[in-house]
């Protein structure tokens, strides 16, 4: 089993976790006298900026101004108060997105309001897009921009699910075991499981349960972070199969 694929049991999509978080993200960063407000914010930027400014790249704008939109679209949403009117009832938060931005970047008022770098809206810093974030030379791709977009989504929000699983073991302090686990969340070093019961100082039966552990909380936490923009839990499932299909492009 890869951890994308779905769970057999019907019960585990119905995973009580996904109950307090389904569209919490959208809900909460759209809501400035929220508590969370900032933090659920950060959330959606870690998972959409690259996507967003790969969106305006393939539509060719250059790295520098193509940046400036990606932090000027944040805010609008805000500006706009479009979090707030986005509607789970309606579908994918990541299709609602996309239609937002490129109306954003259609209409040349808005396009003034991204040059401003922050519009006095107090958010995340223009200077603090991921670390990962394109450099200026990005691989030459022939993808449409809505395909490159679903891409760097579907690489986003496994990136944001193995920080949280990474975070976890942190908080245990497991770091360094998590560090030894991390290679084998495919079944790619599958092969190599004595070698690495020997470095954890374990048997091989419980490593192989330490791995399966690893690998089945990665996949919970890949729903969880699914789960906080869309509108019921049969799109979770929906949004897993896409996260799929991309990542095989």
Same mark, same amino acid.
């Given at each position: 089993?890869?951890?994308?694929?779905?769970?057999?049991?019907?019960?585990?999509?119905?995973?009580?976790?996904?109950?307090?978080?389904?569209?919490?993200?959208?809900?909460?960063?759209?809501?400035?006298?929220? @508590?969370?407000?900032?933090?659920?914010?950060?959330?959606?930027?870690?998972?959409?900026?690259?996507?967003?400014?790969?969106?305006? *790249?393939?539509?060719?704008?250059?790295?520098?101004?193509?940046?400036?939109?990606?932090?000027?679209?944040?805010?609008?949403?805000?500006?706009?108060?479009?979090?707030?009117?986005?509607?789970?009832?309606?579908?994918?938060?990541?299709?609602?997105?996309?239609?937002?931005?490129?109306?954003?970047?259609?209409?040349?008022?808005? *396009?003034?309001?991204?040059?401003?770098?922050?519009?006095?809206?107090?958010?995340?810093?223009?200077?603090?897009?991921?670390?990962?974030?394109?450099?200026?030379?990005? @691989?030459?791709?022939?993808?449409?921009?809505?395909?490159?977009?679903?891409?760097?989504?579907?690489?986003?929000?496994?990136?944001?699910?193995?920080?949280?699983?990474?975070?976890?073991?942190?908080?245990?302090?497991?770091?360094?075991?998590?560090?030894?686990?991390?290679?084998?969340?495919?079944?790619?070093?599958?092969?190599?499981?004595?070698?690495?019961?020997?470095?954890?100082?374990?048997? %091989?039966?419980?490593?192989?349960?330490?791995?399966?552990?690893?690998?089945?909380?990665?996949?919970?936490?890949?729903?969880?972070?699914?789960? %906080?923009?869309?509108? %019921?839990? %049969?799109?979770?499932?929906?949004?897993?199969?896409?996260?799929?299909?991309?990542?095989?492009?």
């Amino acid at each position: 089993m890869t951890v994308l694929e779905r769970p057999s049991s019907a019960s585990s999509r119905r995973d009580a976790v996904f109950q307090s978080t389904l569209w919490s993200q959208v809900r909460v960063a759209g809501r400035p006298d929220a @508590p969370n407000a900032r933090q659920a914010l950060e959330a959606l930027c870690r998972v959409y900026w690259n996507p967003i400014y790969a969106f305006l *790249r393939r539509c060719g704008h250059d790295h520098h101004f193509a940046k400036d939109l990606t932090q000027g679209f944040f805010v609008y949403l805000l500006e706009e108060d479009l979090l707030q009117k986005a509607n789970p009832e309606r579908g994918r938060f990541r299709s609602y997105l996309l239609g937002s931005l490129k109306f954003f970047i259609s209409n040349q008022q808005a *396009r003034e309001r991204a040059l401003k770098r922050g519009g006095g809206v107090t958010m995340v810093s223009v200077d603090a897009e991921p670390a990962d974030a394109q450099p200026a030379n990005e @691989p030459f791709t022939t993808m449409t921009p809505e395909r490159l977009f679903d891409r760097k989504w579907a690489l986003a929000v496994l990136g944001e699910a193995m920080e949280r699983l990474a975070a976890e073991y942190r908080r245990v302090g497991m770091a360094e075991e998590f560090a030894l686990l991390q290679p084998h969340l495919t079944g790619d070093a599958e092969g190599n499981l004595p070698d690495l019961a020997r470095r954890l100082g374990k048997s %091989d039966g419980a490593t192989r349960v330490l791995v399966f552990r690893l690998r089945n909380r990665f996949r919970r936490l890949i729903r969880a972070v699914l789960a %906080d923009t869309v509108g %019921d839990l %049969d799109q979770v499932e929906t949004e897993l199969r896409h996260l799929g299909e991309v990542r095989r492009d």
